[in-house]
């Protein structure tokens, strides 16, 4: 009996196929910043990787952190099937967490990454509370998301509005669901720098530093985002635990 394949991106694929897929994978631009924002640790750190997808950038922090306590979490069991699969040395690190509730204990944790997760939950607010809470005092939160901003997206709006207005008048709007296998695929959110972070001020946390994801195609694209790096498609944003979030949810 052939083992079951693997879900990926809307595809099924099998085990010989996966791993061509992620032959020489490594981190994107925006997980490299996410790395470079977590500053070397000399002692022992708990470090959660919160929506690790297929496990890469856990794998990184193994290696740039060696001393440090890994944990990569996802509520999906497929994703953590496939994070198992493609990095089998560290595959125990890889433990199905719940963003709503953690099976961690309160003040646990020095670092939390929560990357490309925030902008697909229903309950953005109820998640960012219970990362607080197993966050220790001073505890460090890396999260990054998508902006509004991304110069491709703001163009292909303007054209879609603009052909719905003067071609096609009954256009209906598009949606942001890519892949229909995946209950978690779709963004429902899109966080503005400034919204983004008074989510996470009035839930007990301070500033620290925040850059974006200069992720240019071409040349001229990547010339243009270091000119204006808010029209990059991702900011990622460093906050510090500065109290405990308030229970009640507005």
Known sequence: M???PYLIDGKKL?????????????LGEREKVALSMISNLNDNKTIVD???????FCKALTKKFPKSNVI?????????????FLHSEISSLFKQLNAYNL?????????????EVIEHLEGAAQAIKEI??????????ILSTPTPYYW??????????????????????SDAIYFHEHEWNRHIYCWTPSTLYTL?????????????CEDGRSYIEKILLKILPFFSPTIILKVRKSSEAPKKIV
């Open 2 to 4: 052939s083992p079951k």
């Open 14 to 26: 099998t085990a010989e196929e996966t791993k061509k897929l992620f032959l020489g994978g490594g």
């Open 50 to 56: 919160l929506g690790c997808l297929y496990g890469f």
């Open 72 to 84: 990569a979490g996802d509520y999906n069991e497929e994703n953590l099937k496939i994070s198992r």
């Open 103 to 115: 099976n961690l204990k309160s003040d646990s944790v020095d670092i939390l990454t929560f990357q």
């Open 132 to 141: 607080n809470r197993v966050l220790k005092p001073g505890g460090i939160l």
């Open 152 to 173: 491709r997206d703001m163009i292909q709006s303007f054209k879609y509005e603009l052909v719905r207005k003067y071609f096609k008048k009954d256009l209906p709007l």
């Open 200 to 212: 996470l001020k009035v839930n007990g946390f301070e500033y620290v530093s925040h850059a974006y």
